[in-house]
């Protein structure tokens, strides 16, 4: 006969679905109770008990409904029978006090009685069995939760097991490990023998997971400390004034994706790093590029400046020559080309067109001036080349009209000499003199 019918298995079943939860621990719990349900099943023998049934279920759900229990118990009675086997136990002062003393934990006191009266070291079997239940159980959810972490808290939560399960393999007397109370077990039906050889393996898994832990809690220091960090190098970059306060901020950028990238390899926190170091690289080429052409442009404008400046000096107190005009357009025009060398891409491509907008004019007005100063220069030597001819004419005497002919051409030449050049004062006095004579 199996030990738990399917309807009892149903109703058992039913129960732990509600009572787990759909995170990795709760799935872990679900599967082991699970487990232990389809294992009473398998097995052949007397139907489980109500005591045995809470016994299987209050260690990994602790929460599990009592009332589910009791309904599942009943319904794993066989057919015909009307009650439950009770078992009443009548303790006496005296009687409790030797079982107390009986199973305290001292191998003198137990191991006479173990061998001679087992029963009265049930309440030891019962912690012992619930300690051994608890944990293998606590060992198997602290593997999952540690060895399968998906964050930092089933990291958390796998220390809280791995904690309980440390607790309870203290509980499980080592110079016990080897002997297994076969009247209890054949009770309750337990499936676990205390040995050596398995407390060790506890232990060194526990000894593993606690190292773990360990470096996984480094490692996550480490990459909050790096996330804190990179937070305040961004802060302080933005509030930092073009220069050296924001490389500073930059060379603190830089530490602490540095501090990112040292993170363990083997750890859950690495893992997450390597998505944040991307992002964190990738906004950090940008600023470092953007700085690097803020600086390329503010050096660019500043040699502009200084090639406008002199142009500007050299402008001063006009009039100049048509050579020293040609050399103030020369500066002008080296001020343009260092602002057409600015990127379209830099962040001070606007200004740098403003600037080549204001130099282009300036330019144009040297370019016209010294057009205007060639153009004056040579009708002022086409003037005084005539004035020899005009000299002949008059030695001569030759007709009036010959002579008025050529002091109106030098007139004409003298009038196209503009004001602000270098020839108009002369150009002015001559014009005079040939008004004069034109009279």
Not at 19 to 32: E, F, T
Not at 323 to 342: C, F, M, P, R, S
Request: proline letters at 4%; a positive charge; charged letters at 25%.
């Amino acid at each position: 006969m199996s030990r738990l019918n399917n309807r009892a298995f149903e109703i058992l079943r039913v129960e732990v679905f509600k009572c787990s939860g759909n995170d990795i621990a709760g799935k872990v719990q679900r599967d082991i109770a699970l487990k232990r349900l389809e294992k009473l099943r398998m097995q052949n023998g007397s139907p489980a008990t109500f005591a045995e049934l809470r016994q299987t279920m209050s260690d990994i759900l602790p929460n599990f409904n009592e009332k589910v229990l009791k309904e599942a118990a009943n319904a794993n009675k066989p057919k015909g029978m009307f009650g439950l086997l009770m078992f009443a136990t009548v303790s006496v002062a005296g009687a409790a006090g030797f079982i107390w003393v009986a199973n305290l934990p001292f191998p003198m006191i137990r191991k006479p009685v173990a061998s001679v009266a087992p029963l009265i070291l049930l309440p030891s079997y019962i912690k012992m069995d619930n300690d051994y239940r608890q944990a293998i159980s606590l060992v198997e959810q602290a593997d999952q939760l540690v060895n399968k972490a998906s964050g930092p808290a089933d990291i958390n939560l796998g220390a809280e097991k791995v904690t309980k399960a440390q607790k309870h393999l203290n509980g499980l007397p080592v110079w016990f490990l080897g002997y297994e109370p076969k009247f209890y077990c054949s009770f309750f039906g337990c499936s676990w023998k205390f040995t050596y050889d398995e407390f060790e393996k506890a232990r060194k898994q526990i000894g593993r997971m606690e190292a773990t832990i360990f470096q996984e809690k480094n490692a996550q220091t480490l990459l909050s400390q790096a996330e804190e960090g990179l937070n305040a190098a961004k802060q302080q970059y933005q509030q930092a004034k073009p220069g050296a306060d924001q490389q500073k901020a930059i060379a603190a950028w830089q530490v602490s994706i540095d501090q990112m990238g040292e993170i363990p390899e083997s750890t859950l926190a690495n893992l997450m790093a390597r998505k944040k170091l991307q992002a964190a690289q990738r906004d950090f080429a940008e600023v470092v590029g953007d700085t690097a052409g803020r600086q390329r442009t503010n050096t660019l404008i500043e040699a502009a400046k200084t090639f406008a400046m002199a142009a500007a000096e050299s402008s001063q107190n006009p009039p100049h020559s048509a050579d020293e005009w040609g050399q103030i357009a020369d500066l002008w025009e080296q001020a343009i080309h260092q602002l057409k060398l600015v990127p379209l891409q830099d962040s001070g491509y606007t200004d740098a067109v403003g600037k080549i907008a204001q130099y282009q004019k300036n330019l144009g007005i040297v370019t016209t001036r010294q057009k205007a100063e060639q153009e004056s220069v040579e009708a002022l030597q086409r003037a005084k080349r005539s004035i020899p001819n005009l000299q002949r004419l008059a030695s001569a005497e030759t007709e009036s009209g010959a002579i008025a002919g050529q002091l109106q051409e030098i007139i004409t030449d003298l009038e196209n000499v503009k004001t602000g050049t270098t020839a108009y004062s002369e150009a002015q006095d001559l014009l005079k003199f040939a008004r004069e004579k034109l009279k």
